[in-house]
């Protein structure tokens, strides 16, 4: 390849037709190739290293291609038909619908180990806490599987080269079974056989998480207290709930043993922000994509004392409106709600009546995602033979309706507008529902009477944001950060990636800090060992302006009190 030449690979691929022939296809494939040499030369990867190993990535890519089974290809097929109506219309296969409920009841069954594929090898990359690998020992992040037996006795399977999904399924099991896995320690050391006994893994990283953080001083010298609550999804254990189990998993529950402590069984209270004395709530949802849509009700709940929630309006046009019917809260204090682009569905129902109710004051992107509808999951198997133990067909999630705040307002395509908007790269990447083909238009319904719990008006946001603006002009963090922005938006106006190698180096320079950015923003949820809260220069603004908020309220411009 020729570095020195002036050309470049398109990213505007939505713009991009078919190839004409044979030469325009090769073509094509020559500048994907030199793309990915030029990635790898940035990586400091040697030559031959890096063309062995974009060799193994393309023959693995097309391995899997190979090794589609039906499930998968009737996934593709009929999702295909079904998103050409609705985005969120779509078949589940049977391995996926499992992967959803594991996603929903945050447990499975197995070693709890994630893994990841990397140049055709299966290669550890977390060991969940409190799993069976952890409890064992041996197993370690990196590690490569290179086979997988059953039982004491089974045989080993190959899966070099076998699909990330197929390996999965062959160390997933009953808990109790025996899994057996052929592992090259770190990819280099000598492969050495594990036993490991499957048990019910409980995915914590992915439930709500809280931690207190102490700053600035009250007028008597002590710190305040903010009480943070991580909320990475709306989940809840349906399949428990179905069967009538009281005690099955839900974000509900486990926020309000957060905010007012859970006596155990001995009769101890274990203590939660209202005993710890905390002097404000912040509510995360940057990173929630949404769940269940009674959580969401339910969540909401615990922050005003009873009302509508959501409205809702079927393919008919019959509008009903969901209530929060218990009296009383878990907390009636200040509450500040963090959003971003990717904080969607159920996140912006919480996010919309919060709002609505003048309950607390919500902060991060421009606005939340846009997707404002309402889907439902339809049982295959259960629906065709309506016998117990159906067999395992998978389901349809079918969009059934569409949701409205309080106010009328539907969240569709214009997501929940932030009270006070931060600056961020990702207010700015195509992610919204109204990038996506054929979403479903913004519209209004009439608003439900509802009594608001105003603990904050449009003159204390308009004080909030200058307070803000002030504070963020003289931190060079924001300074660079909106830099940083004006560069991500020249950059997707520019539709290609030059293959020059000069030219290349240079554009990736100015846009490495972005990428580092995205990176982080789109990163899972953290270790459970993490902070919950990084006290970074976007972080610390959201704390300061739930600061200038306790403070406001506490000189009584809004009648609020906490408890």
């Known amino acids: 390849h020729d570095f020195t030449v002036d050309e470049s690979l398109s990213t505007d691929f939505d713009a991009l037709a078919y190839a004409r022939d044979e030469a325009e296809m090769r073509d094509r494939w020559r500048r994907r190739i030199k793309y990915d040499l030029l990635m790898q030369k940035a990586a400091e990867t040697e030559p031959e290293e890096a063309r062995q190993k974009l ?22 097929f009929l999702s295909s038909l079904t998103t050409s109506y609705d985005p969120h219309t779509s078949y589940m296969s049977p391995s996926t619908l499992e992967n959803f409920n594991i996603s929903m009841r945050l447990q499975l069954e197995g070693i709890g180990a994630a893994l990841m594929m990397e140049d055709g ?38 899966v070099v080269g076998m699909r990330l999904n197929d390996v999965v399924k062959l160390i997933r099991g009953k808990r109790g079974t025996v899994v057996r896995l ?79 402590g859970e006596t155990g069984p001995d009769g101890i209270l274990s203590p939660g922000f209202v005993q710890k004395g905390v002097d404000a709530v912040v509510l995360d949802l940057r990173k929630n994509g949404g769940g269940s849509l009674t959580e969401a009700i339910n969540l909401t709940g615990l922050f005003i004392d009873k009302g509508p929630i959501v409205q809702v309006k079927d393919a008919d046009g019959r509008v009903q409106h969901y209530d929060d019917l218990d009296a009383g809260t878990a907390w009636n204090g200040p509450l500040v709600v963090l959003i971003s682009k990717f904080s969607a569905s159920a996140s912006e129902i919480f996010a919309g009546a919060i709002k609505d109710y003048q309950r607390g004051i919500v902060v991060g992107d421009h606005h939340t995602h846009g997707k404002g509808t309402v889907q439902t999951l339809l049982n295959v198997g259960r629906q065709l033979f309506r016998i117990p133990n159906a ?58 009477p509802f009594q608001k719990t105003p603990q904050v008006d449009p003159v204390m946001i308009a004080q909030l944001r200058q307070k803000s603006e002030q504070r963020r002009a003289a931190v060079e963090d924001f300074r660079k950060l909106e830099e940083r922005i004006n560069r991500y938006k ?67 411009r809004v009648a609020a009190a906490g408890r």
């Open 391 to 448: 067999p395992q067909l998978g389901a349809l999630k079918i969009t059934m309706q569409q949701f409205y705040r309080p106010n009328g307002d539907s969240t569709q395509n214009r997501g929940v507008p932030a009270d006070i908007e931060l600056p961020s790269i990702t207010s700015h990447l195509d992610v919204g529902e109204s990038d996506l083909d054929y979403a479903m238009k913004f519209d209004q319904v009439p608003a439900v």
């Open 490 to 556: 020249a950059q997707k106006e520019r539709k290609s990636i030059s293959l020059n190698e000069e030219k290349f180096f240079a554009e990736r320079e100015a846009l490495e800090d972005e990428e580092n950015e995205l990176r982080e923003n789109l990163a899972d949820d953290k270790d459970e060992d993490e902070a919950i809260f990084d006290r970074n220069f976007y972080n610390n603004e959201a704390l300061d302006i739930t600061l200038d908020y306790i403070r406001l309220l506490s000189e009584g």
């Open 182 to 260: 052929q592992v090259s320690p770190k990819g280099t050391g000598e492969p050495k056989v594990y036993e490991i006994t499957r048990a019910r893994i409980e995915l914590k990283d992915s439930e709500a998480r809280a931690e207190i953080i102490e700053l600035g001083n009250k007028p008597d010298g002590t710190p305040y207290k903010i009480g943070v609550i991580d909320l990475p999804s709306f989940y809840m254990d349906m399949d428990a709930a179905r069967l009538g189990r009281t005690d099955f998993k839900s974000t509900t529950r486990d926020v309000r043993k957060i905010l007012q």
């Open 121 to 158: 090898y299966t290669i550890v990359s977390k060991i969940i806490p409190g799993g069976a690998a952890s409890k064992d020992g041996r197993l370690q992040p990196e590690d490569q599987i290179l086979g997988v037996g059953q039982d004491t006795d089974g045989p080993l399977v190959d």
């Open 55 to 76: 060799l193994r990535r393309y023959r693995t890519f097309a391995q899997n291609k190979h090794q589609a089974d039906n499930d998968e290809l009737l996934e593709i």
